[in-house]
């Protein structure tokens, strides 16, 4: 193995291996490198006279925290069988959302593996894992990673990861990697220790901007997309908050990331997808770089989760004000972004950009009804299910799963999970740990929460009253709404309409007053009560899916029972 390590800030560097020193030679540009043939397991880096070793920024393992040393893994030694797997392309595709620490009891790759079978039952196609990579302590969202080339230990480490995504390939399930490329954690990270990987100069809601003016840091960027891509055999990366990359470069790096993605897909002969989380409503993530985009697969539309979630909840405050009506709902539907240059009263001022419906695919657009930040960054990460009943998740299930857009579930939704999904740290620093929770319960206390509720991040308790209680999904209305996902699941199989990208061909009609929706696509049509009363629409035809028993429908009319949704033929 060669060790190389980008340390400009550094006068002297020298390679720490199995307790041997072995000084390190400046090559240029920054660059360091050990002499050859050096052989060993675990390392780290002295940069000057400190005398405490320093891990590999590059490091793909770390057996002990991301303050100790690093470890060698050949990720060319794994024995694939997934030699027969040709990708899998967004279009058509449903994505589910899962965190590895809560998913299971047991919070590992390993016990994720004895669930895929589950995820295929309801139609899933797509696997993403939030941010796997090295954080500091025993658990955490994943957002307060520091050694982004690592498989974080807690969840098994780089050969666990390689055996998962073996697993899922093998039941015909791509896998979706979220990495953040726009911050680092608070704990851990020594990357300003050997250059310049963070901008001084600007800084986001997490710290520091990453500092993509420097060709090195890029690499490093791209260096890491592309080892999840062949490597680890992944499908698709997930750019956490994309928003928050400052670039100011004649090429963006997320043009430069598609570009080469582009051409390791080529190489592979599979589709290899880039998703990004934006809040600009912003088309150019995804139109074509010969339209003068940047060439991204997709993009997450947060004003699909926004209309659906007020004309379930009625909750208006703060961003969901914009979405009182169901006319909010009705041009997401057709048009892709509510907010596509109107006024955003939440960000006082004109906010986003219109979509070329006519030519732009609405696959292109991942939404959901729940996803991690929606349910955990609220103040006790309470689920949909924690104020809903059956049918109103059922109304949100039809909604998001018979759209136009690529859906993506977030774990423990397609049975209406009882347990909340809360915000979890495990700093080991006291003064941190102390930080992050007073910080925490100030922010909901300026918006009316009461602090007692609020609960503390640092307390295992939180982490662990997060995980799904997997018990649950035989148990009546949990049954009962797992059930009517499989529903979906087939009919999204056997409707072509249901899977058609086309947004010119959708229409809908509704009426605010009495709480009534109807979703139109070609000869299907998707009809909504969210009313606490029957209704009865004139929409007429044969009922290929109802969230209850007792919807009734003649070719000129339904009857809907409340809060419930079907789906016709017409």
Request: charged share 20%.
């Amino acid at each position: 193995m060669s060790f190389e390590l980008w340390a400009p800030k550094a006068g002297t560097v020298t390679l720490l291996l199995d307790g041997s020193q072995h000084p390190m030679i400046e090559i240029g540009n920054g660059w360091w490198a050990a002499p050859d043939g050096l052989t060993g397991d675990d390392y780290g880096y002295l940069l000057d006279d400190d005398r405490t070793p320093l891990p590999d920024p590059r490091s793909r393992r770390q057996p002990e925290s991301v303050h100790g040393l690093s470890r060698t893994v050949d990720p060319a030694r794994f024995a694939w069988t997934d030699d027969r797997w040709t990708g899998r392309q967004l279009a058509g595709g449903v994505i589910y959302e899962l965190h590895l620490g809560t998913f299971t009891p047991d919070g590992t790759l390993g016990s994720a593996i004895e669930k895929l079978d589950h995820l295929v039952s309801i139609g899933v196609d797509f696997v993403e894992l939030l941010p796997v990579n090295g954080f500091n302590g025993d658990h955490n969202w994943g957002y307060d990673g520091v050694l982004w080339y690592a498989v974080d230990e807690t969840y098994g480490g780089p050969d666990a990861y390689q055996r998962f995504v073996d697993a899922c390939h093998e039941r015909g399930l791509a896998v979706i990697q979220d990495v953040v490329y726009n911050h680092l954690g608070p704990s851990g990270n020594y990357l300003p220790r050997f250059g310049p990987y963070l901008h001084d100069q600007s800084a986001n809601t997490w710290g520091s901007s990453v500092n993509l003016d420097a060709r090195q840091v890029r690499d490093f960027v791209v260096d890491n997309a592309m080892m999840w891509l062949r490597d680890y055999h992944v499908d698709g990366l997930r750019l956490d908050a994309v928003h928050a990359m400052v670039d100011d470069s004649p090429k963006h790096i997320l043009q430069e990331l598609s570009e080469e993605v582009d051409a390791l897909s080529a190489f592979l002969g599979r589709p290899l997808s880039l998703i990004a989380e934006s809040d600009l409503n912003e088309p150019r993530l995804i139109t074509p770089r010969e339209g003068g985009g940047y060439g991204l697969t997709g993009q997450w539309s947060d004003d699909f989760h926004h209309a659906v979630h007020v004309a379930l909840t009625g909750e208006t405050t703060g961003y969901y004000a914009d979405f009182e009506h169901l006319e909010s709902l009705a041009k997401v539907l057709t048009r892709g972004f509510y907010h596509d240059g109107t006024y955003s009263s939440f960000r006082g001022g004109e906010h986003g950009h219109p979509i070329d419906v006519e030519n732009m695919p609405g696959w292109r657009l991942v939404v959901a009804n729940q996803n991690h930040d929606q349910i955990g960054n609220r103040a006790t990460g309470d689920r949909l299910a924690a104020t809903l009943d059956y049918g109103q998740l059922a109304i949100a299930a039809v909604l998001t799963l018979a759209g136009p857009f690529t859906p993506m579930l977030f774990m423990g939704e397609e049975w209406g999970a009882s347990t909340p999904w809360q915000f979890f740290t495990a700093h080991q620093e006291a003064e941190l740990g102390r930080a992050t929770a007073e910080g925490r319960i100030r922010e909901f206390e300026r918006m009316g929460w009461d602090p007692d509720v609020v609960p503390d991040p640092q307390d295992p308790a939180t982490f662990h009253n997060s995980k799904l209680d997997w018990s649950e999904t035989a148990d009546a209305d949990h049954a009962r709404l797992l059930d009517l996902y499989r529903q979906l699941a087939e009919l999204r199989r056997t409707r072509p309409e249901l899977t058609d990208p086309r947004l010119i061909r959708v229409s809908c009609d509704f009426d605010d007053a009495e709480k009534w929706f109807v979703l139109h696509r070609a000869e299907t049509s998707v009809v909504v009560n969210f009313a606490a009363h029957p209704t009865t629409l004139p929409v007429g035809g044969s009922v290929l899916l109802a969230s209850h028993d007792d919807v009734g429908a003649t070719a000129t009319a339904v009857v809907l029972p409340a809060r419930s949704a079907a789906i016709l033929a017409r």
